[in-house]
């Protein structure tokens, strides 16, 4: 006589809860998710400043240790996006030539 006792028991985690990995259609065991990227290695003042001004920090090449993202290099993109635009300087050769009488 075989001595089958039903299905393959799981050693319980704590708090009594059994961990069990389902069955996917096909066969295949269910994977865990991989985990999240949370974004670019920023400091934690750049990300305040960033969030302040509405910048995403994806779009912001870090100039710190390891490409991290400094409060500096956000600063820079917010210096830049509210400086005044400078009028170009016409060039002497592009003036019309001054009327002699």
Not at 49 to 68: F, K, M, S
Not at 76 to 83: E, G, K, L, Q, Y
Request: proline fraction near 12%; avoid cysteine; charged fraction near 25%.
């Amino acid at each position: 006589m075989d001595s089958f006792s039903g299905p393959a028991r799981w050693p319980a985690e704590p708090g009594g809860k059994r961990s069990v990995q389902a069955n996917k259609p096909g066969g295949a065991f269910a994977q865990p998710e991989p985990p999240v990227a949370a974004g670019p290695d920023a400091t934690d003042a750049a990300k305040a400043l960033a969030a302040e001004h509405g910048i995403d920090l994806r779009d912001v090449t870090g100039t710190g240790n390891d490409g991290r993202i400094t409060k500096d290099d956000v600063q820079a993109i917010v210096d830049a996006a509210t400086a005044e635009p400078v009028e170009p300087v016409p060039d002497e050769a592009e003036t019309p030539a001054a009327e002699t009488a």
